[in-house]
């Protein structure tokens, strides 16, 4: 049977969380909470996840109170988190650079390097506006990016099989120095009827320097910039970097 090339996220959707049952979501919650107490100006009431995919991490962040919203660019990523999150949060479809409405959440989050698949920084610079623009003016936007050092270091030339349940997948991963780009190539199987997709996922590692500059044309105003899962800085050594900022309401 032919392989149908499909959108990123399409058909790992259903077995996604089974996939990345290593992330730890709720060390992800607590570091983001730890953010927001440090650099937010009052108790937190509502949050925003753009780029939610699954819900884990909107699941992982719920407390008595919090007022939750997500989207995401994948249908089937959003059907999964719909069935996770319930009532408990209010879910639509959204491309970061379309985001829009109402200025009034405390917290906006997009995480999980999702601001990497944004290849250029025109993309980039848009997209943090629209997290801003959806950002209460004394709230706070944290996001992340993957750096350099991630890419070499772990997944310079990796290959990784495994099967869940009904579906089997291939992955293989490299990175391109001179143009920054980092490729995971899926080959994915579904074992009763056969059939198999592959989905080419690509993405931008820009060094942090570039997404301070676009954060700041973005009309962002950064507060923080950590390593990792922690509140020390973040550098080109981390491997990871969480952004902690505020919508200054001044896009260059």
């Not at 049977?1 to 959108?7: A, F, L």
């Not at 944290?142 to 291939?170: I, P």
């Not at 990871?240 to 309401?249: D, E, K, L, M």
């Amino acid at each position: 049977m032919r392989i149908q090339p499909v959108e990123p996220y399409q058909s790992l959707a259903p077995f996604y969380d089974a996939l990345m049952a290593h992330v730890d979501y709720p060390l992800w919650a607590d570091l983001v909470r730890s953010l927001w107490e440090l650099h937010a100006r009052r108790p937190l009431g509502s949050v925003h996840d753009a780029a939610c995919g699954t819900g884990r991490f909107l699941e992982a962040l719920h407390e008595a109170g919090l007022s939750m919203a997500g989207c995401d660019a994948s249908e089937g990523m959003l059907e999964v988190a719909r069935r996770r999150l319930g009532r408990r949060a209010r879910l639509r479809r959204a491309d970061l650079r379309q985001l829009d409405g109402a200025a009034d959440w405390d917290l906006v989050t997009c995480l999980y390097d999702s601001l990497n698949y944004l290849l250029e920084p025109e993309e980039l610079t848009e997209a943090l506006a629209r997290l801003g623009r959806l950002c209460a003016p004394d709230g706070l936007v944290v996001f992340d990016v993957c750096t350099e050092r991630n890419s070499l270091a772990h997944f310079m030339d990796r290959t990784e099989r495994g099967q869940h349940g009904d579906w089997e997948w291939e992955r293989h991963s490299w990175y391109e120095r001179g143009p920054r780009l980092h490729h995971n190539e899926f080959l994915v199987e579904h074992l009763p009827s056969g059939r198999r997709w592959a989905e080419s996922h690509r993405q931008r590692v820009y060094p942090l320097a570039e997404v301070e500059a676009c954060a700041r044309r973005a009309g962002l105003s950064l507060v923080a910039r950590t390593a990792d899962f922690t509140l020390r800085p973040g550098n080109e050594g981390s491997d990871r970097v969480h952004f902690a900022a505020r919508p200054s309401g001044e896009c260059a």
